[in-house]
T-cell receptor, first 116, second 115 residues
Framework: AQKVTQAQTEISVVEKEDVTLDCVYE???????LFWYKQPPSGELVFLIRRNSFDEQNEISGRYSWNFQKSTSSFNFTITASQVVDSAVYFCALSEQTGTASKLTFGTGTRLQVTL | EAQVTQNPRYLITVTGKKLTVTCSQNMNHEYMSWYRQDPGLGLRQIYYSMNVEVTDKGDVPEGYKVSRKEKRNFPLILESPSPNQTSLYFC??????????????FGPGTRLTVL
């Protein structure tokens, strides 16, 4: 069975600090997708990134960057120069393929609090 | 605008009173699913549907029913709600082809309280 572990339950940083959110996954599939979602206090889920198992290139999008390492089964998320608006719960998720279906297995989330 | 809609957004009800949470998507996706979110547990899949009239259980299906009579709609039915079904519910639809392949598009969520 697949599993996603986000060991950091809560992180608190001061604005402008860099912060890394850890994600470790387990799967027997050779083809899979990894995701990060942001859930702000308003409650909706905001898609941040999708990465497939064959693409280990790191990605940067503005202040956000992602480090995918298959060797350690990790897909970590770094926010550079954090801002108060980054305060949210962040979920890492893994999808497996079952025929034409897909299912997301979520981690338990990391609550990030950015203060002034 | 591509979107997944859910109704109602908030609902307070009492034990045993049947309710339905509607979900609709306008992206012509074949695959839809329901998740519940509980503190410390993340999101867990309740049911999913691969196409019209094709549904299957997810990880936590007890106490729930679904139907998929039309491609765009995937309602979640609680025939006899209980307090342990108090949760935040998300509907999602998945792109099975194209640029956003395998990305799940989530609705805004329905916060359900069962007294």
């Amino acid at each position: 069975a697949q599993k996603v572990t986000q060991a950091q339950t809560e992180i608190s940083v001061v604005e402008k600090e860099d912060v890394t959110l850890d994600c470790v996954y387990e799967t027997r599939d050779t083809t899979y997708y990894l995701f990060w979602y942001k859930q702000p206090p308003s409650g909706e889920l905001v898609f941040l990134i999708r990465r497939n198992s064959f693409d280990e290139q790191n990605e940067i999008s503005g202040r956000y960057s992602w480090n995918f390492q298959k060797s350690t089964s990790s897909f970590n998320f770094t926010i550079t120069a954090s801002q108060v608006v980054d305060s949210a719960v962040y979920f890492c998720a893994l999808s497996e393929q079952t025929g034409t279906a897909s299912k997301l297995t979520f981690g338990t989330g990391t609550r990030l609090q950015v203060t002034l | 605008e591509a979107q997944v809609t859910q109704n109602p957004r908030y609902l307070i009800t009492v034990t045993g009173k049947k309710l339905t949470v509607t979900c609709s998507q306008n992206m012509n996706h074949e695959y839809m699913s329901w998740y519940r979110q509980d503190p410390g547990l993340g999101l867990r899949q309740i049911y999913y549907s691969m196409n019209v009239e094709v549904t299957d259980k997810g990880d936590v299906p007890e106490g729930y029913k679904v139907s998929r009579k039309e491609k765009r709609n995937f309602p979640l039915i609680l025939e006899s709600p209980s307090p342990n079904q108090t949760s935040l519910y998300f509907c999602a639809s998945t792109d099975s082809s194209g640029e956003s392949y395998n990305e799940q598009f989530f609705g805004p969520g329905t916060r359900l309280t069962v007294l």
